[in-house]
Each structure stands twice: as C-alpha cells, then as structure tokens.
Antibody, heavy 121, light 111 residues
Framework: EVHLVQSGAEVKKPGESLRISCETSGYSFTSYWIAWVRQMPGEGLEWMGIIYPGDSDTRYSPSFQGQVTIYADKSTSTAYLQWSSLKASDTAIYYC??????????????WGQGTLVTVSS | QSVLTQPPSASGTPGQRVIITCSGSSSNIGSNFVYWYQQLPGTAPKLLIYRNNERPSGVPDRFSGSKSGTSVSLAINGLRSEDEAHYYCAAWDDSLSGSYVFGTGTKVTVL
C-alpha cells in the first residue's frame, strides 16, 4: 500500500531556514513524480512543483521558482521541500502528493497528511 | 492567481442535485484532461474524478464530470450531508514550461 508520511508541524521566525520531508513507501520511489502543493490559511490549493526522483528532473511553478527548493533522496525514498529564508507569507499547510502519469494524464492518487508551517516573529 | 475559475460556493438540500462549474482556457482545459478533487474539512484532498468523467473505485456514482470546450462541470446527484466539502478542478497547463493548475475551489454546503 502506498503511504506518504510528512514531517511534523513547524513554527519558525522570518528569515530562518526550513526543510520539511515526505517519506514514501509501498511503491517504486524512482518511478513516479512527487509534487508539493501549498494551501494558505482559508485558501485553495496551489501547485508548487514536482520532482522525478529517478533522474532528479525538477520543475517549479513560476510562482515558486527561486522561492523554494525541491529535492529527493533515493536512498531513503524521501522528498524534501526547503526554504532558505522564510517569510510570514509562507505560513501554510504543505502537502506532498504522488501523481500517476504526467502531463495531461497527471492525476494525484496519493497525498501526504500535510505539514503546517507557521512563520511568525 | 489560479487560472481555473470556480464559483466560491454552492449549496443544496439533501437529495438535490448540485452542479459546480470550472472555466479555463485553451492551454489547460481546452487541450488536456480535467480532474476533480474533494477536500473534506481538515483533511488532505482526494481524487474524485479523473480524465474528465471517470470515477476512481470507491467514489459513488452520484458524482459525475463533463467537459465542453474550455469549461467543465462536476455534478453531485442526491446530495448527502457527507458531501459538504471543498471541490477543486485541476488540469495540466501547456503554457510556459508546463504546470499543473488548480481551480479556485468551491465550497459545497448541505443545507
């Protein structure tokens, strides 16, 4: 059975760095894309980007390019989302997700439980 | 800044039919499959409809999707209290370097 288990909630100050994780199991980690999706408080879903762990091909939504880094560790089947300098506006729930297919055939079959990131001075 | 537009809310009484629309453009809905996700309060989203009108196993046939040009709709027949949730359309967008895009979301309330 496919599982995506995310790291726990974080409370950080503006300017601090942060890495959150998404540990996967139950499937071939290197054969599927992993996506990150943001949901700000009371708001909708926003696509941040995806990574293909098999070759580390990474693509960012234009809104998130340069703002975050997505990477994956094949040895532990874990994907990461990283910030070098957090802002208050980064406060949100972040979901990792495993799509099946690519392009027009991309459907998100599995989701992590979400990681709440709170950035406040 | 979503490129797929949905009405913010929809409502109905138990047993009624509710329809949610989602409007896009030729670079997303017009040329790609559309997916619908249901997000119950406090939970992660769940795939509800894939490839415009297909239901994953376990999704009741009360839910159906349709597409026409650059718009799609999700119909919920025989509305039930457990259908109260947010619903998001989504599709691949061929513009720029390609990206998945979500709709603005619709909150369905069961009166």
């Amino acid at each position: 059975e496919v599982h995506l288990v995310q790291s726990g909630a974080e409370v950080k100050k503006p300017g601090e760095s942060l890495r959150i994780s998404c540990e996967t199991s139950g499937y071939s980690f290197t054969s599927y894309w992993i996506a990150w999706v943001r949901q700000m408080p009371g708001e909708g879903l926003e696509w941040m980007g995806i990574i293909y762990p098999g070759d580390s091909d990474t693509r960012y939504s234009p809104s998130f390019q340069g703002q975050v880094t997505i990477y994956a560790d094949k040895s532990t089947s874990t994907a990461y989302l990283q910030w070098s300098s957090l802002k208050a506006s980064d406060t949100a729930i972040y979901y990792c997700a495993r799509p099946a297919g690519s392009g027009t055939f991309m459907q998100i079959d599995y989701w992590g439980q979400g990681t709440l990131v709170t950035v406040s001075s | 800044q979503s490129v797929l537009t949905q009405p913010p809310s929809a409502s109905g009484t138990p047993g009624q039919r509710v329809i949610i629309t989602c409007s896009g453009s030729s670079s997303n809905i017009g040329s790609n499959f559309v997916y619908w996700y249901q997000q119950l309060p406090g939970t992660a989203p769940k795939l509800l409809i894939y490839r415009n009108n297909e239901r994953p196993s376990g999704v009741p046939d009360r839910f159906s999707g349709s597409k026409s040009g650059t718009s799609v709709s999700l119909a919920i027949n025989g509305l039930r209290s457990e259908d109260e949730a947010h619903y998001y359309c989504a599709a691949w967008d061929d513009s720029l370097s390609g990206s998945y895009v979500f709709g603005t979301g619709t909150k369905v309330t069961v009166l």
